[in-house]
Antibody, heavy 118, light 108 residues
Framework: QVQLQQSGAELVRPGTSVKVSCKAS????????IEWVKQRPGQGLEWIGV????????NYNEKFKGKATLTADKSSSTAYMQLSSLTSDDSAVYFC???????????WGQGTTLTVSS | DILLTQSPAILSVSPGERVSFSCRAS??????IHWYQQRTNGSPRLLIK???ESISGIPSRFSGSGSGTDFTLSINSVESEDIADYYC??????????FGAGTKLELK
């Protein structure tokens, strides 16, 4: 069965960076896109960007350019999102999801909670 | 950017009632709309793709309709497990995907 397993919760200091992982299993990793979504406490869903694990090609929401960097490791079927220059506005739950048909998100990870605090 | 407006923000229902969620796009997007359910502290779950296409494993009481700018997600007979937030998402402007702000479904 398709599964996306994300790394655990992070508590980090302002100004630092963090790397969140998303390990895929149950399907051919390079055949589907991996999307990333942000959800602040009590708020809605916000698309961050997408990576094609097969080619390494990426696209970002303009708002997250310079903030998020997406990569993928085909050998371990794992996608990564690095967030840099962290502020309290980056405190949120971050989800990875499998991109279906270049349109929707058909499977989701369990989410990674990021808390940015001094 | 394509904006999605969901209404109302909160829906109150009793078990067994039929309920409908509205999602309006700022421009015509054909049927490039998809619906998700998110229970408290959970991950979103895909309910409907391309406005009205069903998803394997999703109960048949969930259905979708619409095209162009106006879309509707309906639950035929609400059950207590349906209490959640519901989001629409458009893919017409791929790769720039956007979500609506969501509608919260609560019990009366």
């Amino acid at each position: 069965q398709v599964q996306l397993q994300q790394s655990g919760a992070e508590l980090v200091r302002p100004g630092t960076s963090v790397k969140v992982s998303c390990k895929a299993s149950g399907y051919a990793f390079t055949n589907y896109l991996i999307e990333w979504v942000k959800q602040r406490p009590g708020q809605g869903l916000e698309w961050i960007g997408v990576i094609n694990p097969g080619s390494g090609g990426t696209n970002y929401n303009e708002k997250f350019k310079g903030k998020a960097t997406l990569t993928a490791d085909k050998s371990s079927s794992t996608a990564y999102m690095q967030l840099s220059s962290l502020t309290s506005d980056d405190s949120a739950v971050y989800f990875c999801a499998r991109g279906g048909d270049f349109s929707y998100f058909d499977y989701w990870g369990q989410g990674t909670t990021l808390t940015v605090s001094s | 950017d394509i904006l999605l407006t969901q209404s109302p923000a909160i829906l109150s229902v009793s078990p067994g009632e039929r309920v409908s969620f509205s999602c309006r796009a700022s421009q015509s997007i054909g049927t490039s709309i998809h619906w998700y359910q998110q229970r408290t502290n959970g991950s979103p779950r895909l309910l409907i793709k391309y406005a009205s296409e069903s998803i394997s494993g999703i109960p048949s009481r969930f259905s979708g309709s619409g095209s162009g700018t106006d879309f509707t997600l309906s639950i035929n007979s609400v059950e207590s497990e349906d209490i959640a937030d519901y989001y629409c998402q458009q893919s017409n402007s791929w790769p720039a995907l956007t979500f609506g702000a969501g509608t919260k479904l609560e019990l009366k």
